[in-house]
């Protein structure tokens, strides 16, 4: 039972590079959400998608890409990372209006 | 939008004390509520729910009653353990609309023995 796996846990970034966060789940659900998490502000929300193909803005959008190519994966990316994209992002999925499960999280550093 | 409000942290607490976290919401409709928990170097874990006015959600000696009339979702518990301290998050997530999952800022308990 993976549930949902988030790759990489660790990542060190210098500024303006780019990288992709991945994220699959195996529980067939249609919703998919990215997060971060900041000392204080407890989780806002990047962007969401209600099913395959299907990508929306969350409270905290700029800065980050989404993909939903297939029904399992939820790409977050990055084109130029910056300091203030320091933090620690979950993945997390759901069944409509159900509990949500969420991954362990990618600590992600930009110098 | 939907908002979730929490009472600020963070809360210490002796063992055996009655804990009480507040949490309030903002939502369009008729939100299902939660309550997550994290404990250091993890993810959240649903810890529990509520989906309609009256209900109360329940587990591991935590309750939370859904309260439409004060929009309120306030997680008890009566007696805390050592282990219960974590970061304890509310949310809501609405079956209209958006259908957006919204947390609340979280709320930091540590017990002390």
């Known amino acids: 039972n993976a549930g949902v796996t988030q790759t990489p846990k660790f990542r060190v970034l210098k500024t303006g590079q780019s990288m992709t966060l991945l994220c699959a789940q195996d529980m067939n659900h249609e919703y998919m959400y990215w997060y971060r998490q900041d000392p204080g502000m407890g989780l806002r929300l990047i962007h969401y998608s209600v099913g395959e193909g299907t990508t929306a803005k969350g409270e905290v959008p700029d800065g980050y890409n989404v993909s939903r190519l297939k029904k399992q994966n939820f790409l977050l990316g990055l084109e130029s990372a910056a300091p203030s994209q320091t933090s620690v992002y979950f993945c997390?999925?759901?069944?409509?209006?159900?509990?949500?499960?969420f991954g362990q999280g990618t600590r992600l550093t930009v110098v | 939008g939907d908002s979730v409000t929490q009472m600020e942290g963070p809360v210490t607490l002796s063992e055996e004390a009655f804990l009480t976290i507040n949490c309030t919401y903002t939502a369009t409709g008729y939100p299902s509520l939660f309550w997550y928990v994290q404990y250091p170097g993890e993810g959240l874990q649903l810890l529990l729910k509520a989906t309609k006015a009256d209900d109360k959600g329940s587990n591991k000696g935590f309750e939370a009653t859904y309260r439409k009339e004060t929009t309120s979702f306030h997680l008890e518990k009566g007696s805390v353990q050592v282990s219960d301290s974590a970061v304890y998050f509310c949310a809501l997530i609405t079956l209209q609309g958006a259908q957006k999952l919204v947390f609340g800022q979280g709320t930091r308990l540590t017990i002390n023995p």
């Open positions: 997390a999925s759901s069944h409509h209006g159900q509990r949500a499960f």
